[in-house]
């Protein structure tokens, strides 16, 4: 084999740089605006297989703009999804995947630079990077990284002056927020199985102004399952309360009942979707998307809350 090929096939080896993979179908980046730990990229993509045989260099969060039918092969295994708007891939860094669609998809893009979340994983949890990884996750909806989506997404629209710290700011919320909830020990246990610090188990049950056991657990549910037609009785159930006492809890702690809390979540998500680019796909799928029983329930309380309709909001 000559030299040439030979180094052809050792860059073959190496993970690719994502947010320079296909860079045609980018729409809006964060390149060029200095940022380093985080980046963000809006992507408007056709009908098209992708593969990265070796994976990305960095951890790949996915935030879907727009409904569509995906497959993705990794690992053996061929899954299909229907997706909509807020549905969440996480795909860990080094992770090999081929994707495949048959319609147009648009989607948000957050790169995290891994060695900077085995520095936060280390400084919060106590954990080095042998003792912990991400497994490719896929999810209906995380609310999280949603709203940190689109607050990236202004942000680079904006280019303002303390863009870098303000991303940067946002990747360590990411990252604890990642290495809660995604992240297991490197033999697949629970993360709090091989935590080496109490901080994991610190961070995970602290709640703002001490608020009871209760309140955390049905705030934790309502998050987890704000886009299903949810009901104070499975609120309720899920914490082993009446519906009356965890109501009351609820408005006690945190000053609006769990209805208005999941309105104002679900508004919150819809406005997070609209500012990271779902603007192209209807008002109708968006609704559906985060919850709410028709677009007339969104543009509603949109209006209300937010003080124009979703329709404005995303002129």
């Not at 999810?139 to 709203?147: G, H, L, P």
């Not at 009785?233 to 408005?251: G, M, Q």
Request: charged share 20%.
């Amino acid at each position: 084999m000559s030299s040439s090929a030979e180094t052809t096939a050792g860059a073959d080896q190496v993970p690719v740089d994502f947010l320079e993979h296909r860079a045609e179908n980018v729409r809006v980046s964060s390149r060029g605006l200095g940022w380093s730990v985080i980046e963000f990229q809006r992507r408007d993509s056709a009908p098209a297989t992708r593969s990265l045989p070796n994976g990305s260099k960095q951890h790949l969060l996915f935030v879907c703009l727009s409904g569509g039918r995906i497959t993705r092969e990794t690992g053996g295994q061929r899954v299909e999804h229907d997706t909509a708007p807020g549905f969440v891939t996480l795909l860990p860094a080094r992770t090999p995947i081929q994707w495949s669609w048959k319609t147009r998809i648009s989607c948000s893009v957050l790169a995290l630079d891994p060695a900077f979340v085995d520095k936060v994983a280390e400084q919060v949890f106590g954990l080095s990077p042998e003792h912990y990884r991400f497994e490719l996750t896929e999810r209906s909806s995380d609310s999280a990284i949603t709203n940190i989506a689109g607050v990236l997404s202004r942000e680079v629209v904006r280019a303002e002056p303390g863009s870098k710290l303000y991303a940067e700011s946002l990747a360590n919320i990411l990252a604890v927020h990642l290495l809660r909830h995604y992240a297991v020990c490197a033999d697949g246990q629970n993360l709090q199985a091989c935590s080496m610090s109490d901080s994991a188990e610190t961070e995970h049950t602290e709640t703002p102004a001490a608020q009871p056991r209760a309140v955390a657990q049905a705030l934790q549910f309502i998050h987890a399952n704000y886009t299903s037609d949810l009901s104070l009785n499975e609120i309720a159930k899920a914490v082993n309360l009446s519906p009356f006492h965890v109501a009351r809890l609820f408005k006690q702690s945190v000053g609006v009942s769990p209805h208005q809390y999941l309105i104002q979540l679900r508004v919150n998500s819809a406005r997070s979707l609209l500012s990271a680019g779902s603007g192209e796909h209807s008002l109708a799928e968006l609704a559906s998307a985060v919850g709410f029983a028709d677009q007339s329930h969104l543009t509603r309380h949109f209006k209300r809350i937010v003080g124009v309709t979703p329709r404005q909001f995303r002129a």
